[in-house]
Nanobody, 116 residues
Framework: QVQLVESGGGLVQAGGSRRLSCAASGNIFSTNAINWYRQAPGKQREWVAS???????DYAVSVSGRFTISSNNAKTVVYLQMNSLKPEDTAVYYCNFVVRGPKYYWGQGTQVTVSS
């Protein structure tokens, strides 16, 4: 009974910043990695960033240098700090937890809209 709750979405001006959060509840034992994905209308889901259980982070080229992913030590909360936002960053952002199995859990998504 894992539930992922995302927050932090909203409207932001181009060049601004926004921080997304995703908190996991329930039996989320043995998280291997956490990812952020995003999907804009009419486009395929796009991987944005990841952090492993060992703390290794990785980013899509499109957000590298602007976004930062982080998590607590228990890997039950993940953040995505988004700076220098562009209109092309407008999308629904989803957190994704990879746990033992592997099993994949997804949040319901939070809308981020960047105005020009």
């Amino acid at each position: 009974q894992v539930q992922l709750v995302e927050s932090g979405g909203g409207l932001v001006q181009a060049g601004g910043s926004r921080r997304l959060s995703c908190a996991a509840s329930g039996n989320i034992f043995s998280t291997n990695a956490i990812n952020w994905y995003r999907q804009a209308p009419g486009k395929q889901r796009e991987w944005v960033a990841s952090i492993t259980s060992g703390g290794i982070t990785d980013y899509a080229v499109s957000v590298s240098g602007r976004f930062t992913i982080s998590s607590n030590n228990a890997k039950t909360v993940v953040y995505l700090q988004m700076n220098s936002l562009k209109p092309e960053d407008t999308a629904v952002y989803y957190c994704n937890f990879v746990v033992r199995g592997p099993k994949y859990y997804w949040g319901q998504g939070t809308q981020v809209t960047v105005s020009s």
